[in-house]
């Protein structure tokens, strides 16, 4: 089983919808974190938490939502999908060192 | 604000040699570098801290120059397995990535 994983794999929705995406890890880290991948833009760092109290912003948090359930537990939300949220989104999560392992990844389309 | 990566893109037959920098407008105390190949998620490849410099695995190294505030990632002998997107991410207590530069290794 995978160390980091997300759920759906893959989603297809309208615009207009809420989604939540889940993030599970079995790795002990107190650190998590979301990105989104476009192409030709990298990486973009959407929200990140460093324990369950503990919620930041990152470069794109516009027009998204995350929970910290648990340790173990992040997820995002979008209250309200509109086409350019079309994405891959992946889940990460970290040590102390900063090493960063990530989900398998999330593909949302918004129609 | 992202770093920046140079060449966004590189071919390379194998058993060549290949250079991928990274630039910061921010005073840099640590750089890591990951790998991603075609339609998997990224991997870690190494981290390069203030001070000092770490070598990585197979040939793939790096160096850190924080007056320059740049970081260098060099791949010798270059191989099919090399090929995928390599991303740059800087930052304290949290990584912005560069856009990446895509490495193509043919035989």
């Known amino acids: 089983d995978a160390d980091v994983t997300q759920t759906p794999r893959n989603r297809i929705t309208k615009t207009g919808k809420r989604i939540m995406l889940e993030c599970s890890q079995t790795?002990?880290?107190?650190?998590m974190y979301w990105y989104r991948q476009d192409p030709g833009l990298g990486l973009r760092l959407i929200y990140y938490?460093?324990?369950?109290?503990?919620?930041n912003k990152g470069e794109i948090s516009d027009g998204y939502s995350v929970s910290r359930q648990a340790q173990a537990k992040f997820s995002l939300s979008l209250e309200s999908a509109i086409p350019n949220q079309t994405a891959l989104y992946f889940c990460?999560?970290?040590?102390?060192?900063?090493?960063?392992?990530f989900g398998e990844g999330s593909r949302l389309t918004v129609l | 604000q992202q770093p920046v990566q140079s060449p966004q893109a590189v071919i390379l037959r194998e058993g060549e040699d290949a250079v991928i920098n990274c630039s910061s407008s921010?005073?840099?105390?640590?750089v890591h570098w990951y790998r991603q190949k075609h339609g998997e998620a990224p991997v870690f490849l190494m981290i390069?801290?203030?001070?000092?410099e770490q070598k990585g695995h197979d040939k793939i190294s790096a160096s850190f120059n924080e007056k320059k505030q740049q970081s260098s990632l060099y791949l010798t002998a270059s191989q099919l397995s090399y090929s995928g997107t390599y991303f740059c991410?800087?930052?304290?207590?949290?990584?912005?990535f560069g856009t990446g530069t895509r490495l193509q290794v043919f035989p």
């Open positions: 990460a999560t970290s040590d102390r060192r900063g090493e960063l392992f």
């Open positions: 790795k002990g880290h107190d650190r």
């Open positions: 938490s460093f324990d369950v109290k503990d919620i």
């Open positions: 921010k005073a840099l105390y640590s």
């Open positions: 390069l801290l203030k001070g000092g």
């Open positions: 991410g800087t930052g304290a207590d949290k990584l912005i």
